[in-house]
């Protein structure tokens, strides 16, 4: 009987051990698992307000992509993602028109567009940033679009659109040349050629004075016109029309310096939609605002050497600035300047953007 309470005792003892082991393990299982679901979860933000921002072209490399990138960035982590930016690079259409229209009707909430187009909305005013040969350099350009000049227009907009529109910054789309089936030196050599222009009235007159015709074309279907010859010619920043490959085409692949337009472009905001905002959003979204307006201006001066070495690597013909005529461009240009601000009464426009240095 001893014997035989021994061998029990002996395999209880064993048993005890081997489920104590057991337990001890399971307990620091269970141990580590309380511990890690009573450590605090990160802290989801939920969006507070989502912004829709788009522009027309369709490429990453774009200027207007890398802006929109940007703010897109900054307005995110400023907010700690209580802002949530949806961008559209084109795929809301590559029609400035169409933007416009969506950033009216609330499907959009910034775009990027030229000032031309709200010459049709009773803005006549905004034609100015389109004059050629207003700026002198992109140096220029910048010391008028950030000083008293740029902070009138924005006003003049603002007033002019009922507050539809607001100007969060101004962007470029680099300084434009002219591209065609022939090169011209003067703009006597532009006579007779169709050229594609913008919607400005002004810009539309210059050509017009050259002897040149100017026609609509969408950009989208721009290559396809100057490939077919529907078109002879165009005028664009070498970036953009790189990216396009407009100089692959038959008519597009003669390029002539006239930098006849160091662009301004509009990034835009609905002025009644901003006012509803809190000031920490409008903080927020100023910002984004500045940091994107640097980082498309950076891109925008970065990219024209580039694209300029790539237009002529692809076999294009350039008429350097310093070979035109430019002079003769100047003059075509002057008294559509003086016309322009003695009708829509801004000659003091004119005077503060000649006197800066």
């Not at 940091?291 to 294009?316: C, L, N, P, W």
Request: glycine share 8%; proline share 3%; with cysteine.
């Amino acid at each position: 009987m001893k014997k035989t309470m021994a061998v029990l005792l002996t395999g209880l003892l064993m048993v005890g051990s081997l489920a104590g082991c057991g337990g001890s393990s399971s307990t620091q299982t269970n141990i580590s698992k309380q511990g890690e679901s009573a450590s605090p979860a990160p802290e989801v933000v939920k969006p507070e307000l989502e912004l829709i921002v788009a522009h027309n072209q369709t490429s990453l490399e774009n200027p207007y992509t890398i802006g929109t990138m940007k703010f897109k960035e900054v307005a995110e982590e400023v907010s700690g993602g209580k802002i949530s930016v949806v961008l559209h690079h084109g795929t809301l259409g590559e029609s400035e028109p169409e933007l416009v229209e969506k950033l009216t009707m609330g499907a959009a909430s910034m775009i990027v567009a030229s000032p031309a187009l709200m010459t049709g909305i009773g803005v006549p005013e905004v034609d100015m940033f389109s004059l050629l040969y207003l700026f002198d350099s992109f140096d220029h350009w910048e010391k008028a679009v950030d000083g008293q000049f740029g902070e009138e227009m924005k006003d003049v907009i603002t007033e002019k659109t009922n507050n539809q529109f607001k100007v969060m910054g101004y962007w470029s789309s680099g300084v434009r040349n002219f591209y065609g089936k022939k090169s011209i030196l003067t703009p006597a050599d532009a006579k007779g050629l169709t050229i594609r222009t913008q919607s400005s009235a002004v810009q539309q007159e210059f050509w017009k004075n050259a002897g040149a015709v100017p026609t609509s074309v969408a950009w989208g279907e721009l290559y396809q016109a100057l490939q077919q010859g529907v078109v002879d010619s165009a005028e664009n920043d070498y970036t953009s029309f790189m990216l396009k490959e407009h100089h692959k085409t038959a008519n597009g692949k003669f390029i002539s310096e006239t930098q006849h337009d160091y662009t301004t472009r509009l990034f835009l905001m609905d002025g009644n939609f901003y006012n509803k905002l809190t000031d920490e959003q409008k903080e927020w979204i100023e910002q984004a605002s500045v940091a994107a307006t640097q980082a498309e201006r950076e891109t925008v001066y970065k990219m024209a050497d580039e694209s300029k070495a790539k237009v002529i690597a692809d076999g294009a013909t350039v008429i350097e600035h310093e070979d035109m005529d430019i002079e003769a461009f100047r003059a075509l240009a002057a008294p559509i300047q003086e016309k322009f601000v003695t009708d829509n009464n801004m000659k003091k426009y004119l005077e503060m953007i000649r006197g800066i240095k």
